[in-house]
């Protein structure tokens, strides 16, 4: 079993701040990537930010130069550091890891999301 505990979130106001973590544990044999998804109510679920395994991040366009990825902890561990928010950026946000469990087995794990509001 693996596990994401994610926390974070909650409300700011248009050009403010948020940072959200995510830490993974249970059984992980090695990790590929860890990501950053947000759903705003009503639209398809979008990939926001990676880190792969090596330490590479990428971001989506929309939140590129504002939004940093980063391994603050250890491999398992990463966070999402959010300025000069937007009332766009409004989402349910999901962590997400890519890992193997043993040598041949990989999955998809996800956190239970947390709310981010960015409103006046």
């Known amino acids: 079993q693996v596990q994401l505990v994610e926390s974070g979130g909650g409300l700011v106001q248009p050009g403010g701040s948020l940072s959200l973590s995510c830490a993974a544990s249970g059984n992980i044999f090695s990790i590929v990537a860890m990501n950053w998804y947000r759903q705003a109510p009503g639209k398809e679920r979008e990939l926001v930010a990676t880190?792969?395994?090596?330490?590479?991040?990428n971001y989506a366009d929309s939140v590129k130069g504002r939004f940093t990825m980063s391994e603050p902890y250890a491999k398992s561990t990463v966070s999402l550091q959010m300025n000069s928010l937007k009332p766009e950026d409004t989402a349910v946000y999901y962590c997400n890891l890519r890992a193997y469990s043993s040598p041949h087995q990989w999955g998809d794990y996800w956190g239970q999301g947390t709310q981010v509001t960015v409103s006046q």
């Open positions: 880190i792969t395994a090596g330490g590479s991040t």
